[in-house]
């Protein structure tokens, strides 16, 4: 993935030290989510004990970087970002933002690639672009 270069904020800036991590790999351009040791499964948002088997084992992965469009919503105000569920290719679901689209275009199934922008304070945020 591309070497993003941001800053990285303060994990209890987003009420969760859990989270750093993922926010120092986002800076460097990668996209990272967390695995169960003990049952195999990934889950969002990153917390150190498994959601489906309560195994307080967890690992960081590499996400694939792709996935499908589960819902999103056209904001006309949007700043260029239309808000969405994107499903990953692993099977988990998270909340982010389509970029670099004409957001008429889009729809539910459409494949999306992960991208990392860079916020006007200088967060760089994991969103998604559709693949050509």
Known sequence: MAEARG???????????????????????????KRCTACGKHHWYPRSHCPHCGGGETEWVDASGGG??????????????????????????VFTNIVDCDPERLSIGQRVTVRFWAEEDGLVVPVFAPES
Do not use: C, M
Request: hydrophobic letters at 35%; a neutral charge; zero cysteines.
């Open 7 to 33: 800053h990285v904020p303060d994990p209890q800036t987003f009420g969760n030290p859990e989270t750093g991590h993922f926010w120092r790999e986002a800076a460097h351009g990668r996209f990272v989510i």
């Open 68 to 93: 499908t469009i589960y819902s999103f919503t056209i904001l006309r105000r949007g700043g260029g970002k239309v808000p969405a569920y994107v499903t990953l290719d692993e099977g988990i679901s």
